[in-house]
T-cell receptor, first 115, second 113 residues
Framework: DAGVTQSPTHLIKTRGQQVTLRCSPISGHKSVSWYQQVLGQGPQFIFQYYEKEERGRGNFPDRFSARQFPNYSSELNVNALLLGDSALYLC??????????????FGEGSRLTVL | GEDVEQSLFLSVREGDSSVINCTYTDSSSTYLYWYKQEPGAGLQLLTYIFSNMDMKQDQRLTVLLNKKDKHLSLRIADTQTGDSAIYFCAERYLRTGANNLFFGTGTRLTVIP
């Protein structure tokens, strides 16, 4: 079975532009979470989606938004990009909202560089 | 209480055991995780432990949890050069949502041949 897949793997944008990142969870998983990992730091929680609804949001500005589709895939959108948005964006997949098995699997990430 | 702390660096010789330590702050944590990240890659789930457990062993990996001291450790037996990576400790607790993990800054493990 395929793991969590993310696209694109790398992209370069300029300040003020908008970006859309995509994630497909593991087959059968209904919850998707997004994390931002700035170089040299641990990942920080941005959003969690379950059954197409936002179920959690981290401390990020409104420039960050996301959605989940009926097939459980998800998109993360970032508007008005700033240099500080340069990071590895990680998508995580779990079976359900409560994650009762404890397992949370990450994709390889989308590396965004803002110039 | 969302602070997860780890030491930044650890060097060991190939064949020795590695012990990576982590402290967390929230006593209501439900699950505690260890992830491995190799250069340029995503996070690989190594193991996790439920907060009502003291120890979990999985092949070369042993996780110890001391809830009183809020201390988590990961022991890697017979460390190999392929174990060189950054290791992240993470905690999850229910009040912030099911899959909201708080990560430490990571420990860079270097295995010397």
């Amino acid at each position: 079975d395929a793991g969590v897949t993310q696209s694109p793997t790398h992209l370069i944008k300029t300040r003020g532009q908008q970006v859309t990142l995509r994630c497909s969870p593991i087959s059968g998983h209904k919850s998707v979470s997004w994390y931002q990992q700035v170089l040299g730091q641990g990942p920080q929680f941005i959003f969690q989606y379950y059954e197409k609804e936002e179920r959690g949001r981290g401390n990020f500005p409104d420039r960050f938004s996301a959605r989940q589709f009926p097939n459980y895939s998800s998109e993360l959108n970032v508007n008005a990009l700033l240099l500080g948005d340069s990071a590895l964006y990680l998508c995580a997949s779990s079976l359900d909202l409560m994650g009762n098995t404890g397992e949370l699997f990450f994709g390889e990430g989308s590396r965004l560089t803002v110039l | 209480g969302e602070d997860v702390e780890q030491s930044l660096f650890l060097s060991v010789r190939e064949g020795d055991s590695s012990v990576i330590n982590c402290t967390y702050t929230d006593s209501s944590s439900t699950y505690l995780y260890w992830y491995k990240q190799e250069p340029g890659a995503g996070l690989q789930l190594l193991t996790y432990i439920f907060s009502n457990m003291d120890m979990k062993q999985d092949q070369r990996l042993t996780v110890l949890l001391n809830k009183k001291d809020k201390h988590l450790s990961l022991r890697i037996a017979d460390t190999q050069t392929g174990d060189s990576a950054i290791y992240f400790c993470a905690e999850r607790y229910l009040r912030t949502g099911a899959n909201n993990l708080f990560f430490g800054t990571g420990t860079r493990l270097t295995v010397i041949p």
